[in-house]
């Protein structure tokens, strides 16, 4: 069930009455019903993987009582090393045994050995990145004794699966969910503009900016041999807007169905193209991976409190495990290994993600912007392309510079018509955001007027036209 479809318009109305008029000061209720709800939210991808999720959520339920429980610290080790093995164990099957079954048989064949491997013919489980990082940063900081072991299973299985962050994030953590879940929630009028403004601005970036992006991105990338120059180099800008508008407007849709409910989700993005460099991106990137793995992986490694080799070498695996998330391709680990190498030469800097006081900025602050969106677009081409070898290719004949004419506009009057208005419609976006990063805003905020002319946008652009998958839900 995509949140641009007519289903979730239906379904969300729905659980919106029962949460507020049915059981508006039962607690329990309201939470029992929004978990009935996000299974079923969870169902409707494919009911057979349903089993799987409510598996994880039984694993770390248990397994973290039993964490709080022992007296020894091997059984608490012994606990939470079975439940991080299950959980990966199963990402490992369903997300990355083919990646290693294929690429361990070109291996051999290399080295002049037959070898084959059967591989799973298996759909990947939606959002099954996602709810396993709930869960295992819910079982870690019970092992730190960070947070106390959950005994309501009701409270916690919401936690893992609560619909609007389920398939694509925000990686949410127990201590700043939880308590939201346990907590009275009451209806505040403020808190519910603001999600209506977020959910309107999220369609817009997804159905108006990122789907008219796709139209062209999918066909300069999928015939890039015949491409000039100019329209490779389109490609690569149009896909870099494509993945920020699917990808960002999906968390601000979650951020503002979650408000309309009451709770509060973590701020996922912080218009990450208006950075300085590839430090300050992360910060502002996808958020809640990135802490997690800042938490998870990099400190428990040393992070930066150790020799300057060791924590290169820290950086370097984070952005390879990170990019690994991504996808059982090799494309996504050369993605990391990139950024990384990027990312290094700021540690010799002092100051290395400052921004500074964003209403005051300088011609550099402008340079800087546009280094880094130029640098991470040419980075995305290597993320979108299905394999190394063709991204290379991709970006030689970018940079070749063996033709200007963009042929895929000028000889369709309908394809020069919507990537006009494309355009426009990411200028307008670019416009509204950077607005909104100069006022030091977390996430946009505009006002009824503005709000009139996106959602006539919406219908005008994006509406009328079968609902188009998100991109992260591959993940």
């Known amino acids: 069930m995509l949140f641009n479809s007519l289903s979730f318009l239906v379904f969300f109305p729905i659980v919106f009455i029962l949460y507020w008029f049915v059981f508006p000061k039962n607690r329990k209720g309201q939470n029992i019903m929004l978990l009935v709800a996000s299974c079923y939210f969870y169902a409707t991808w494919n009911y057979k993987f349903l089993f799987l999720l409510l598996f994880s959520i039984l694993l770390d339920f248990f397994s973290a009582l039993k964490i709080e429980q022992a007296r020894k610290k091997s059984a608490k080790k012994f606990w939470l090393t079975l439940s991080i093995g299950i959980n990966l164990g199963f990402l490992a099957i369903f997300k990355y045994y083919n990646f290693f079954a294929d690429s361990l048989a070109d291996l051999l064949s290399n080295m002049g050995f037959s070898a084959h491997f059967e591989t799973l013919q298996v759909i990947l489980p939606v959002g099954i990145s996602f709810y396993t990082f709930h869960g295992l940063s819910y079982i870690i900081d019970v092992y730190k004794e960070q947070i106390k072991a959950e005994r309501n299973f009701i409270d916690y299985g919401l936690f893992v699966a609560y619909f609007p962050l389920l398939v694509a994030g925000p990686i949410e953590r127990a201590t700043h969910l939880l308590p939201q879940i346990k907590a009275s929630r009451s209806f505040e009028y403020e808190k519910m503009v603001s999600g209506i403004k977020l959910i309107i ?6 159905v108006v900016v990122a789907d008219n992006c796709s139209f062209f991105v999918n066909q300069i990338f999928g015939d890039f041999q015949h491409k000039t120059s100019t329209e490779l180099f389109l490609g690569m800008l149009l896909f870099s807007f494509q993945i920020y508008g699917d990808f960002s407007g999906y968390s601000d849709i979650a951020i503002g169905v979650s408000k309309l409910m009451g709770i509060d989700l973590l701020i996922n993005f912080k ?28 400190i428990p490694l040393g992070g930066s409190k150790t020799s300057k080799t060791q924590h290169i070498k820290n950086v370097f695996i984070v952005f390879l495990v990170s990019g690994f998330w991504h996808g059982a391709n090799w494309t996504f680990i050369f993605w990391g290994l990139l950024h990384a190498l990027l990312f290094v030469p700021l540690l010799f800097l002092s100051d290395n993600t400052t921004q500074g006081n964003p209403s005051q900025l300088s011609i550099l602050d402008y340079l800087k912007f546009s280094v880094t969106f130029i640098l991470v677009s040419l980075l995305w081409v290597v993320f979108r392309a299905n394999s190394i070898t063709e991204a290379y290719e991709y970006l030689l004949r970018m940079l070749s510079f063996n033709g200007f004419e963009p042929k895929l506009f000028v000889t369709n009057a309908k394809y020069l018509l919507l990537f006009g208005l494309t355009g426009l419609s990411v200028l307008f976006m670019l416009g509204i955001e950077f607005s909104c990063f100069r006022k030091n805003l977390v996430v946009v905020n505009f006002s009824k007027n503005t709000a009139v002319m996106v959602i006539l946008l919406i219908l005008l652009m994006g509406a009328f036209r079968n609902p188009m998958s998100f991109i992260y839900f591959q993940f």
Do not use: Q, T, V
Request: glycine letters at 2%; charged letters at 25%; aromatic letters at 36%.
């Open 201 to 206: 601005w999220g369609l817009f970036k997804k």
């Open 271 to 298: 218009f990450p193209y208006f950075s300085k460099n590839i430090a300050d991106f992360w910060k502002r990137w996808h958020i809640s991976l990135s802490s997690w793995f800042r938490d998870y992986l990099y």
